[in-house]
């Protein structure tokens, strides 16, 4: 079955530290994955997606078949990465329907 | 373009009651889905439609849902007889294109809280 799991619940960190958030994904096909964002009183954005190989406010993922993986980083964290992040998998088909992992809040300390 | 746009943002519902969800998409996109975020979840894929046809409703619960996409107006989310159970986030998103490449993105709302008490 397809599957996204996020572990942590929650991320605290110190502004400038690295940040790991980790996804891992459970799927039989070739997986397309996305990184999804909600800032406080926001909407979902989506943060980036693993095909496009970009780097977002300095934030990059990278997929990992061999792993089943598709982790957040960002080197040195800022306070308005403060948000919940949400790891994604798209079923690509009729529906394009996409499955969430349970998300992970991200703190980042003064 | 004002985005994805739903309404209302709260809703607060008795138990027994009938709650409905509006969702209107971007200017120029013919597609919709919704999704529902329960307590502690991440968000579930309820039903994905196109202007008045449902394409997949997989994952709506069997009873007391449903959706729809007229012509005109918006996507309206009901639940009828509502109960303790269905307070949750609802969150519907719409794309332009349904079977495209990689490039294709879908873009939120804000959310509709649905209170039940």
């Known amino acids: 079955a397809q599957r996204v799991t996020q572990p942590e619940k929650l991320l605290s960190v110190f502004k400038g530290a690295p940040v790991e958030l980790k996804c891992n994904y459970s799927y039989s096909g070739s997986p397309e994955l996305f990184w999804y964002v909600q800032y406080s009183r926001q909407r979902l954005q989506l943060l980036l997606r693993h095909i496009s190989r970009e780097s977002i406010k300095g934030f990059t993922a990278d997929l990992n078949k061999g792993e089943t993986s598709f982790h957040l980083k960002k080197p040195f964290a800022q306070e308005e990465d403060s948000a919940m992040y949400y790891c994604?998998?798209?079923?690509?088909?009729?529906?394009?329907?996409?499955?969430f992992g349970t998300g992970t809040l991200l703190a980042v300390q003064p | 373009n004002a985005g994805v746009m739903q309404n209302p943002r709260h809703l607060v519902r008795r138990r027994g009651q009938e709650a409905r969800l509006r969702c209107s998409p971007m200017?120029?996109?013919?597609?919709v889905y919704w999704y529902r975020q329960l307590p502690e979840e991440g968000l579930k894929f309820m039903v994905y439609l196109q202007k008045e046809n449902i394409i997949d409703e997989s994952g709506m619960p069997k009873e007391r849902f449903s959706a729809e996409f007229p012509k005109e107006g918006p996507s309206i989310l009901r639940i009828q007889q509502v109960v303790r159970g269905d307070s949750a986030a609802y969150f519907c998103?719409?794309?332009?294109?349904?079977?495209?490449?990689?490039?294709?993105?879908?873009?939120f709302g804000q959310g509709t809280r649905l209170t039940v008490v």
């Open positions: 994604a998998l798209v079923l690509r088909g009729a529906t394009n329907k996409l499955i």
């Open positions: 998103a719409s794309s332009p294109l349904a079977k495209t490449g990689p490039n294709t993105e879908a873009f």
């Open positions: 200017k120029g996109h013919s597609h």
